[in-house]
C-alpha cells in the first residue's frame, strides 16, 4: 500500500538550513507530482510546494519562495525539501503528499508528518 | 490571489446531516477537494473534484459545488466524524494550491 514517511525535522535556529526527506513506499514517485504542505501549531492547513508528475516544473507558495527547494531522487524514491533562511514563522508539521491531477491538482495520500522548530 | 471561506465551526447532533462550506468567487468554476483531519493525525482526502470519494470513504459523505459556494455533507453523523475538515482548490492563474481555514466538525 502507499506509505510516505517524512524525517529530518528537529530544532534549528533562524537563518540556518533545514532538509526534509520523504520516503515513498507502494508506488514510484516518477511519475507522480508531490507536494509539501505545513501545518503551524494549533493552526490549518498551508501548502508550500508542488513538484510536477515529470520533475519539469515546481511551484512554491509566495511565504516560501526563494527560501525553499523541493526535490526527489528517482532511484532513492524519496522527496526532499530544502529549507533555507529559516524563520520562526516555519515552525510546523511539515507534510509531504502525493499530488493527483484532473481538473487541478490534489493530495490523495499523506505522510504522518515532520515536526520543524525554529528557534534561537 | 484566490480566498476559500470557511465557517470556524459546525456542531450537529448524532444521526443528524452536517453540512460544511466553503465559500470562494465562482468556486463552482473550479473543482473542490475536502479533507478530514483528526487530532494528532494527517488529513486525510475524503472527496475530490467536487463529489468523488477515494475508496473506502462511506456513502455518508458527499460533496456538491456550485455558483460561489461548494459544500461538504455528512449524513447520519457518528461520534468518529468529529474532526476539522478543510477544503482546497488548484488556482490556476498562479499555479498555486489554496486551502480554506478549516472547520471544526462538533458531534454534539
Known amino acids: 500500500q502507499v506509505q510516505l514517511v517524512e524525517s529530518g525535522g528537529g530544532v534549528v535556529q533562524p537563518g540556518r538550513s533545514l532538509r526534509l526527506s520523504c520516503a515513498a513506499s507502494?508506488?514510484?514517485?516518477?511519475?507522480?507530482?508531490m507536494h509539501w504542505v505545513r501545518q503551524a501549531p494549533g493552526k490549518g492547513l498551508e501548502w508550500v510546494a508542488l513538484?510536477?508528475?515529470?520533475?519539469?516544473?515546481?511551484k512554491y507558495a509566495d511565504s516560501v519562495k526563494g527560501r525553499f527547494t523541493i526535490s526527489r531522487d528517482n532511484p532513492k524514491n524519496t522527496l526532499y525539501l530544502q529549507m533555507n533562511s529559516l524563520r520562526a514563522e516555519d515552525t510546523a508539521v511539515y507534510y509531504c503528499?502525493?499530488?493527483?491531477?484532473?481538473?487541478?491538482?490534489?493530495?490523495?495520500?499523506w505522510g504522518q508528518g515532520a515536526l520543524v522548530s525554529v528557534s534561537s | 490571489s484566490y480566498v476559500l471561506t470557511q465557517p470556524p465551526s459546525v456542531s450537529v447532533a448524532p444521526g443528524q446531516t452536517a453540512s460544511i462550506t466553503c465559500g470562494g468567487n465562482?468556486?463552482?468554476?473550479?473543482?473542490v477537494h475536502w479533507y478530514q483531519q483528526k487530532p494528532g493525525q494527517a488529513p486525510v482526502l475524503v472527496v475530490y473534484?467536487?463529489?468523488d470519494r477515494p475508496s473506502g470513504i462511506p456513502e455518508r459523505i458527499s460533496g456538491s459545488n456550485s455558483g460561489n459556494t461548494a459544500t461538504l455533507a455528512i449524513s447520519r453523523v457518528e461520534a468518529g466524524d468529529e474532526a476539522d475538515y478543510y477544503c482546497?482548490?488548484?488556482?490556476?492563474?498562479?499555479?498555486?494550491?489554496?486551502f480554506g481555514g478549516g472547520t471544526k466538525l462538533t458531534v454534539l
Open positions: 482546497q482548490v488548484w488556482e490556476s492563474s498562479s499555479d498555486h494550491v489554496v
Open positions: 503528499a502525493r499530488a493527483s491531477h484532473a481538473n487541478g491538482w490534489y493530495a490523495d495520500y
Open positions: 465562482s468556486i463552482g468554476t473550479k473543482s
Open positions: 513538484l510536477w508528475y515529470d520533475g519539469s516544473d515546481e
Open positions: 507502494g508506488f514510484t514517485l516518477s511519475p507522480y507530482g
Open positions: 473534484d467536487d463529489s
